[in-house]
Nanobody, 124 residues
């Protein structure tokens, strides 16, 4: 099993920045891809970003504003979110997958483990 714990969410104004963190523990050697997804009220869960040995991938709506990165020594993945918009408001989930592809998959179905989520609210 793999455990994922997100942190860093909050309430910000449009144009502000936030950095989300995801600490993983457990059988982390089995994980090849880490990602972030989000879910707004009334919407389906949406892929946001992913990172693996094959590089990174982003949903078009966040390209140029969000950056996913990782610190393998700390078993932590980050999502730096700049120029936030009210449309970015959602619960953000960290996810881990055993699957590997080049580039990383942009679908949520590949993920085997999920965190509990952290709320990000962007006011206008």
């Amino acid at each position: 099993q793999v455990q994922l714990v997100e942190s860093g969410g909050g309430l910000v104004q449009a144009g502000d920045s936030l950095r989300l963190s995801c600490a993983r523990s457990g059988r982390t050697f089995s994980i090849n891809t880490m990602g972030w997804s989000r879910q707004a009220p009334g919407n389906e869960r949406e892929f946001v970003a992913a990172i693996s040995g094959g590089g990174t991938a982003y949903v078009d709506s966040v390209k140029g504003r969000f950056t996913i990165s990782r610190d393998n020594a700390k078993n932590t993945v980050y999502l730096q979110m700049n120029s936030l918009k009210p449309g970015d408001t959602a619960v953000y989930y960290c996810a881990a997958a055993r699957a590997f592809s080049i580039p990383p998959s942009r679908t949520t179905s590949v993920y085997d483990y999920w965190g509990q989520g952290t709320q990000v609210t962007v006011s206008s």
